[in-house]
């Protein structure tokens, strides 16, 4: 069965992910996934008691996971803030490093990511986004919703997402610096619109 091609929109907390997602949305015709953080009950009990940090990781990569299993059925390009790679190589690392997963816990959020992806194809566009350390501080500090990792995990965070994208084919990979745009993103949106129709066809 023929599947939807899929664009991921990557980066740190407090970087713009879902202001470009929304951006892309509102310009042209996507099929949309959101990282939904008023739902997911296992990061608000994470924000108060440590002990469900293995809970809200499996939450969240099985939740990735059906988001993708969902878009790639929709007759639109699929567009997600964030995903299933993001959750572990960013997320799930940063939350093993700083205690939150012991590392048996850890070694089994890997097994769940790898056996997810394994049945899932790879995204065929991941839009990766820059921003300077202050820029992500004052964003997250804007923000009214749960974060648990925090401006301070900025480089950490760069380096796993350096770790793991030097893996794949660099063709699949496009890094935007989200510094000096807008909220809304309205400076680039028509350039990338163009560069996701070029690759995947009119949009």
Known sequence: MKTSKLITVIGPSGVGKTALVRALAQAGAFATAFEQHDERAFQALLKQDTRYGLANQFDY????AEQERALRNSPQIGLIDGGLDLDYHGFTRIFH???LLTDPEFDL????YET??????????IIR??????T?????????????ASAEDYALFESFLDEWLTRLNPAQVLELDATENDPNYTQIVSSLLSEISDRFGKI
Do not use: F, M, T
């Not at 990569?61 to 990735?64: A, M, P």
């Not at 986004?129 to 202050?134: E, S, T, V």
């Open 61 to 64: 990569l099985l939740l990735r």
């Open 97 to 99: 490093n700083h205690g």
């Open 109 to 112: 959020c890997k097994r769940l």
């Open 116 to 125: 997810l992806r394994s049945l899932l194809p790879l995204p065929e566009l």
């Open 129 to 134: 986004l820059r921003a300077d350390q202050g």
């Open 136 to 148: 992500v501080a004052d964003r997250l500090s804007a923000r009214d919703r749960i974060n648990i």
